[in-house]
């Protein structure tokens, strides 16, 4: 049973367009989420993070958005630029609930794709 | 080096042979994770040390798979008895403390592949 999903595999996106990148997750314990970036042949690398005390999380191009009551949360990278293509990894976890020691819940990923 | 160091990088062995897996975490970092990636699957947590203590050792595929950390620094993944399906990236994490607190610093990983 998965409880962190992200259902698109893939996406393709236009340089200087808005990427977009979701993750739903089923485990109404989770309060805190990250997303990973990665490149081939290299580890996931951190890229932002939000807790379940806010709703939006600001860093530079990369904003995340965590809708609680959906229990979905999306990346949103704009502008987009060539070097953003790579998979994202969505994960979640149990900060602030004292439960769940178990580091980190990783969604499949989505390979990002920005083109010329 | 001043990151999280993975050995061997690559490892192509026969069905039927044990492997071992290196992590060697950053230094002063207390959790170390071991996760793996397979084929078109995502990360698949198996086992994390809180020092040289495995409190969850419920990720491990099966009973072939064992891992120590000594001293609170270098980690050892033992794979029996190896399979093809246990072909994938083991990538190994380390961060400054337990639980899911927040940023895990990922080694480039060790890509398995089982003949």
């Known amino acids: 049973d998965q409880q962190v999903k992200q259902n698109s595999p893939s996406l393709s996106v236009q340089e200087g367009r808005i990427s977009i990148l979701n993750c739903d997750y089923t485990?109404?314990?989770?309060?805190?989420f990250l997303w990973y970036k990665k490149y081939p042949a290299e580890g996931p690398t951190f890229l932002i993070s939000i807790s379940s005390i806010k709703d939006k999380n600001e860093d530079g191009r990369f904003t995340v958005f965590l809708n609680k009551s959906a229990k979905h949360l999306s990346l949103h990278i704009v502008p987009s630029q060539p070097g953003d293509s790579a998979v994202y990894f969505c994960a979640a976890s149990y900060m602030y609930s004292g439960g769940g020691a178990d580091g980190l819940t990783f969604g499949k990923g989505t390979h990002l794709i920005i083109q010329p | 080096g001043a990151g999280v160091s993975q050995s061997p990088s690559n490892k192509v062995t026969e069905k039927g042979k044990d492997v071992e897996l290196r992590c060697d975490p950053i230094s002063g970092h207390t959790a170390l994770y071991w996760y793996r990636q397979s084929l078109g699957q995502g990360l698949e947590f198996l086992i994390y040390?809180?020092?040289?203590?495995?409190?969850?050792k419920s990720g491990l595929p099966s009973d072939r798979f064992s891992a120590e950390r000594t001293g609170g620094s270098v980690s050892t993944l033992t794979i029996q008895r190896t399979q093809q399906e246990d072909s994938a990236v083991y990538l190994c994490?380390?961060?400054?403390?337990?639980?899911?607190?927040?940023?895990?610093?990922f080694g480039e990983g060790s890509r398995l592949t089982v003949l």
């Open positions: 994490a380390s961060s400054l403390t337990q639980g899911g607190t927040g940023e895990l610093f």
């Open positions: 485990n109404s314990m989770f309060d805190y």
């Open positions: 040390f809180q020092g040289n203590s495995a409190p969850d």
